[in-house]
């Protein structure tokens, strides 16, 4: 099992840059595959991104690919969401999520954190 709490949201105007961070509990940490998804109030969870244990593959939704990166350090046990270019419709609330297989859904996300809140302003 893995606990996971979310940092680093907050308010940015558009055209910034945020690093969120996921910390995570847990000596298996580098075994999980990591995600991060968002929701915007009204909106269903969507998937952002999502890492292998290794950190040697990458996926992102269409709508950050190239203004977001999602890394991992396995020995500090926190996987990163470095978002760049930030528009006003990537305001949501942004989770990190843990799986033991690759997914890009939320279906296959086993453990979730809080969430932290991302606003960007126009």
């Known amino acids: 099992q893995v606990q996971l709490v979310e940092s680093g949201g907050g308010l940015v105007q558009a055209g910034g840059s945020l690093r969120l961070s996921c910390a995570a509990s847990?000596?298996?940490?580098?075994?999980?595959?990591m995600g991060w998804f968002r929701q915007a109030p009204g909106k269903e969870r969507e998937f952002v991104a999502a890492i292998n244990w290794s950190g040697s593959r990458t996926s992102y939704s269409d709508s950050v690919k190239g203004r977001f990166t999602i890394s991992r350090d396995n020995a500090k046990n926190t996987v990163y969401l470095q978002m760049n270019s930030l528009k006003p419709e990537d305001t949501a609330v942004y989770y990190c999520?843990?799986?033991?297989?690759?997914?890009?859904?939320?279906?296959?996300?086993?453990?979730w954190g809080q969430g932290t809140q991302v606003t960007v302003s126009s």
């Open positions: 847990g000596r298996t940490f580098s075994s999980y595959v």
């Open positions: 999520a843990a799986s033991t297989r690759y997914y890009t859904t939320t279906d296959g996300y086993n453990y």
